[in-house]
């Protein structure tokens, strides 16, 4: 479903992933793991066309991503890091319009539309301007408009981050049932229990390049793992050392009085003085 | 599949998702369809929630409108009475005409590139158009769409009261009226696709470079518009309204006529309309028939511009929004090393960040405010300096008042008529005074809005909430005060305008620029808009309006308070005035102390003016909840 062959690409003198190659079959959900700024956003970026590699290619069911970016996009969803909605639209109308935009009939999209409002509980907002909703509703309505075409691979980045425990739990058992219709799922996380739980095969990236592809199995089969958990695993990959020591805090002391008075001037004023305990 | 806490789970619908690409056509109408909606929207939000904004904003309209229409009309009717010969008042007003859709179709090349830069590569919603399988070609179209409205509609409103001031002058049939949207509407699109084409090609050949590229084509609309008017002052003082005077004027205009100017087109073909009805012998064609050929002539190359916009961005939009978010930041930097040689490289490479950190030190080591007011100041001028879309603005507006006050002495009629130097140079401060209100209103009002956005910051320093508030005011005066205060000294200079009068220049700049600053800070922090976060959307609100037409007043207060006694003073003086020797029965001594009367009244009221918003500000400020 996924293919990475040699994919490079830099940020001028910077480079943020590193002849990165990578195959990734249908029915697999694959986990991309590494610290901040390893060149995970910049490969799902590079994989959903927003991006384009230095050198290499990405292809997505066996379209070339730069060459055929709509083929590609219509056989994604995907669920950025931010995600996006109109606020001057319903919820209904963005599902509407995605829908549209997805080539499906009026019919068609009123039963996807019904379907997903069901499945991630939409009902009671989904008729109000998207402006008026939570980070949660928000979330979910922004799963609901990427699944709407039953896309064969679901690409998404840090998708449980502002999701209360309830709705991971639903989106945890969204990506298993889809791997078990042979539908592929690309999720790049920070938590490692996530994909701990969920990843059929785990990629560590660091620095830009691929230090790790395999199963939590295949770790300890390889003896890599040996009893450490994977955050013990991972920490000793990207740090070089199981447990980061904090750097030494500087010594000088910090004044706690630098709140200063109401006047332009600082000059304290008396709502800045202390109250006095009553004798 | 198990669903945590659904009652029922839901069942899957039985029709399969076909994965096949929208039509051309379903695209047109999901996109058509996004806008209206959109549209709608925000028409009955702002129908039912603020219909006070909305009454306020059709009256500023209309009565701006309404002032234009006025004065062409007036201007319209004096040349029809100075130039009696009609070939040459038809000659006159097609190149007025030619000029002024020529002067609007460089401004509209500049905005709308600016603005499709904007929201082709940093709008919030690319991201995800760009992973809808609509094409590449679709998503930029939909942007261009919005850029042509939105940098049109202030063209229409401002050319539409002029053309039917000229309609309504030379008496002209009704097509004239009919044809007047076709053509201003045909137009408009021709500067935007060119500024699209510019805005795609600069972004995917030059990422690096765009700022340099911007500042290069304001050099160059200041340069073009120093050269015109250089070229229009050569009149003698004397020579005013006669024939010659008129073929030198119109000579020094011909570049305007280009036959492959749309502008020349626009203008061919409006004039043609307002001919009177007539029947010409054969073969000459009549003019409406003239008219409709210049207007098939404009939409067929809107069409065509278009049509080049639309294959160019679903050729360069994709690898330009790659290349320009893959620039490295510190690329801009290197940019100078590059083009200077290697031994001076490292020194021009260290000079605008060796400045501006000097700058900063400067503005640190005042001896205004507490330090964290001036820390916060700084903060706010390097979001400034960093953020094009303010210097540009304020650069372009600021250098073009600034070419025109530095040509204005040989451009004057009768400069040593004291009277008209007088009303001049208080016209010219009026005219630096409505140019800061646009900024405060634009980019000091929703400061206050934008703040509050991340006030979970600001709020867990150990800062007073009224030092946000007044680093905003000092940030806003000290940014305003330099430039007006230069402007006005420039133009009195020019003028030749005695110290008394420039000294009471002065103290009005000081007092606008305290006003006004104060207007838009006290105003932002009253009413606040957290929702918004573009600056133009909160400055476009109820708030915003409010702070521009307050703003006008002030002006018009504060100058009418200075400016009409001055003005009756050096009357009496140099016995100079277009009415009676003495204006309203009045004696020297009683202008003389309308005089310092107005001086002190306006004081009072600048001070007003400051401090009142500023009050009401802190006031709302000091309760708000974020």
Known sequence: MIELTHVRRTFGQTVAVEDLSLAIPPGEIFAFLGPNGAGKTTTIKMLVGLLQPSQGSLRVAGWDVVKHPQQVAQQIGYVPDEPFLYDKLTGREFLEFIAQVRGMDPKQAQDRIAYQAELFQLHGFLDQLTDTYSHGMKQRVVFASVLLHDPPLLVADEPMVGLDPKSVRLVKDLMRARAAQGKTVFISTHTLTLAEEIADRIGILHRGQLLFVGSLAQMRQQGLMQDKSLEEFFLELTDGQGHAQPPHAPVENIPLAAREGASIWGLPSASSVPPQEDC | ?626
């Open chain 2, 1 to 626: 599949m198990a669903i945590p806490w659904a009652i029922q789970e839901p069942a899957e619908p039985a029709t399969t998702v076909p994965l096949a690409l929208p039509t051309p056509s379903a695209e047109v109408r999901a996109f058509g369809q996004l806008r209206f909606r959109r549209f709608r929207w925000a028409m009955r939000m702002g129908l039912s929630g603020s219909r006070l904004r909305l009454a306020l904003i059709m009256v500023l309209s209309l009565v701006l409108w309404g002032v234009i229409f006025w004065l062409c009309w007036d201007g319209f009717l004096f040349l029809r009475s100075a130039v009696a010969h009609t070939p040459t008042h038809d000659q006159i007003v097609h190149h007025v005409f030619g000029m002024y859709l020529l002067a609007l179709m460089l401004m509209l090349i500049i905005s709308s590139g600016i603005l499709l830069y904007g929201m082709l590569f940093w709008g919030p919603d690319i991201p995800f158009l760009l992973t809808l399988p609509a094409s590449t070609e679709r998503v930029f179209l939909h942007k261009f769409q919005e850029a042509v409205w939105l940098s049109s509609w202030a063209f229409v409103l401002l050319s539409s009261p002029m053309f039917v001031a000229y309609g309504l002058a030379a008496d002209s049939p009704w097509y004239y009226y009919l044809l007047l949207a076709p053509f201003l509407v045909a137009f408009s699109y021709i500067p935007a696709a060119l500024g699209a084409l510019l805005c795609l090609a600069v972004v995917r050949w030059f990422p690096g470079a765009r700022m340099v590229f911007l500042l290069g084509v304001i050099l160059v609309l200041l340069a073009g518009t120093a050269w015109v008017v250089r070229g229009l002052t050569g009149a003698e003082p004397g020579d005013l309204l006669t024939p010659h005077w008129f073929q030198s004027i119109l000579q020094r205009l011909q570049f305007s006529q280009h036959r492959l100017l749309p502008s020349w087109w626009v203008s061919m073909g409006l004039l043609e309309a307002s001919q009177p009805r007539q029947v010409p012998a054969w073969p000459v064609r009549p003019p409406w028939a003239e008219s409709l050929l210049f207007l098939t002539l404009t939409i067929s190359n809107a069409l065509l511009f278009r049509q080049i916009a639309g294959w160019s961005g679903r050729s360069w939009y994709r690898t330009a929004y790659s290349r320009l978010h893959t620039q490295h930041r510190r690329r801009r930097q290197g940019l100078l090393a590059a083009l200077a040689g290697s031994a001076v490289a490292g020194r021009l490479k260290q000079l605008p960040s060796t400045v501006i950190r000097a700058v900063d030190r400067f503005l640190l080591r005042l001896p205004i405010g507490a330090r964290p007011i001036r820390l916060l100041v700084v903060k706010d001028f390097r979001l400034f300096r960093r953020d094009p879309l303010q210097w540009s603005q304020f650069l372009v507006f600021f250098g073009l008042v600034f070419f025109y006050f530095l040509h204005m002495r040989p451009f004057s009629y009768d400069i040593h008529h004291t009277t008209w130097v007088n009303m001049v140079s208080f016209l010219n401060l009026s005219v630096v005074g409505l140019l800061l209100s646009t900024f405060t209103t634009r980019f000091i009002f929703p400061a206050i809005s934008l703040e509050g956005r991340r006030f979970w910051l600001l709020g867990l320093l150990p800062l007073r909430r009224e030092q946000i508030l007044w680093s905003k005011f000092l940030y806003a005066f000290g940014g305003s005060i330099l430039p007006c205060s230069l402007l006005v000294l420039l133009s009195d200079w020019k003028l030749g305008i005695s110290p008394l009068i420039g000294a009471i220049h002065q103290l009005t700049a000081v007092l606008l620029a305290l006003g006004l600053s104060g207007i838009a800070v006290g105003l932002g922090a009253k009413m606040p808009n957290f929702r918004e976060t573009s600056p133009a959307r909160i400055a476009a609100g109820f708030g915003g309006t409010l702070c521009l037409v307050l703003s006008a007043l002030y002006i018009v207060l504060i100058v009418a308070l200075t400016a009409l006694p001055s003005h009756f003073w050096l009357a009496f003086q140099t016995g100079q005035t277009f009415w009676t020797p003495r204006p309203f029965g009045l004696w020297e001594k009683d202008i003389r102390f309308w005089m310092l009367g107005g001086i002190g009244a306006s004081i009072l009221l600048g001070l007003a003016a400051t401090a009142i918003p500023l009050r009401i500000g802190f006031h709302a400020f000091r309760r708000m909840e974020f």
